[in-house]
């Protein structure tokens, strides 16, 4: 009888032992797509991740990207992936050519992030911030989800989802993902970045605080210390879309919301460290017809 309760006590200390080794070695799994959450194509994706190993940490960075819409699934990869740990495997999935020639790759970047993705632009911004180490062509022979060969519109699950589970558990290393693709082959989106024109900021409107309606720049922090801009100084925005102007306000730079009266504009540095536009308590972009996105600029001067 003490020996049945030794025996059991000693397994269930070695399950726990090894399944805390399984968590100490997977790396967390970012998971953003375009899909919504209507239906159960995200819970698909989990449910291939954790059929790779029910040890992985896996979380939902969004799956609410407009879709289709690359640039903004590349925003939100360089807004969030600062604040992961080195070695987190983010999957992005936002694939409007999928099952055409574009390629499927993971990116390793000098940040030690892994981005598994489609070649289609989404890497973008996150190439400009943390700078490319190598980058792998996935090799379907090996990493596609079995089963799954006649599916062609679905990678987001039977290719990207199951390769980068696998590269996240530890089951595949850098270099079986596939063979090394050239970084300069990379497909980028190009775009205008932030500048000074004397004493005026140039910049675009590359997302929205969508939650809140805020406008924020791509016009970083630094840029409006150089022209020694302080609290309550009063700025003028113009907002042009294609060219046009759309929008012009002047408002006061402030710290946060609350250092102007409800309803009131401001122009404030946001988590990001750029430039933004707010209403307090109201929302801007509604309210004056603004969206984001590469035909959407900004100018502001004092």
């Known amino acids: 009888m003490v020996l049945s309760k030794f025996v059991k006590t000693v397994s269930a200390a070695a399950v726990f032992l090894a399944l ?5 070695a997977a790396a967390p799994l970012v998971l953003m797509t375009d899909f919504g959450v209507k239906d159960g194509a995200v819970s698909e994706v989990k449910g291939v991740a954790y059929g790779v190993s029910p ?57 030690e992030h892994y981005y598994v993705l ?67 082959k990379l497909t980028l989106i190009p ?40 609290p309550g100084d009063k700025l003028t925005i113009e907002i042009f879309h294609a060219g046009k102007l759309a929008d012009k306000v002047t408002a006061p730079f402030a710290k946060t919301f609350g250092d102007v009266p409800k309803g009131k504009p401001l122009v404030y540095i946001n988590s990001l460290l750029n430039v933004s536009l707010a209403l307090n308590m109201g929302d801007y972009a509604k309210a004056h017809h603004i969206a984001s996105g590469g035909d959407w600029s900004i100018r502001i001067h004092r």
Do not use: C
Not at 86 to 97: A, C, I, Q, R
Not at 147 to 171: C, Q
Not at 204 to 213: E, F, K, N, S, V
């Open 20 to 24: 805390s080794s399984l968590a100490d």
């Open 55 to 111: 040890a992985l940490l896996i979380s939902d960075l969004t799956h609410e990207i407009p879709a289709g819409d690359i640039w903004e699934g590349s925003y939100r990869l360089y807004q969030v992936a600062p604040y992961w740990p080195k070695g987190t495997v983010f999957v992005g999935v936002v694939d409007p050519g999928v099952g055409t020639s574009r390629l499927s790759i993971v990116v390793k970047t000098k940040a």
């Open 118 to 184: 489609p070649d289609n632009g989404l890497i973008t911004l996150i190439s400009e911030v943390e700078g490319i180490e190598e980058v792998r062509t996935i090799d379907e022979t090996i990493n596609r989800l079995k089963g799954s060969e006649k599916s062609n519109t679905f990678h987001g699950r039977d290719v990207f989802g199951y390769t980068g589970a696998r590269l996240a558990a530890g089951v595949i290393g850098w270099e079986q993902v596939g063979p090394v693709l050239a970084s300069e």
């Open 191 to 230: 775009h205008q970045r932030a500048r000074r024109d004397g004493e005026t900021l140039v910049g675009t409107i590359p997302a929205l605080d969508i939650q809140y309606g805020n406008v924020w720049s791509d016009i970083p922090e630094s840029l409006l210390t150089e022209m020694t801009v302080k």
